[in-house]
């Protein structure tokens, strides 16, 4: 949703709660899928000498 034209913050609050009540609900999640499986993944450190 594209709000860069709506000056009120108000009007703006409008908008954006009337296109969410439309919008089509969101798919749940599948029980075999992991809660945290679209968080980025972290490289792992290296082990023995300090970094700092």
């Known amino acids: ?3 860069k034209h709506v000056e009120g913050k108000e009007e703006r609050k409008q908008l954006k709660r009337a296109a ?3 919008a089509a609900p969101k798919a ?3 029980s075999g ?3 945290g499986s679209a968080k980025k993944k ?3 450190a290296a ?3 300090r970094k700092r």
Do not use: E, F, S, Y
Request: no cysteine; proline share 6%.
């Open 1 to 3: 949703m594209n709000t």
């Open 20 to 22: 969410r009540k439309k």
């Open 28 to 30: 749940k999640r599948a």
């Open 33 to 35: 899928v992991a809660r």
């Open 42 to 44: 972290i490289r792992p």
């Open 47 to 49: 082990k023995g000498q």
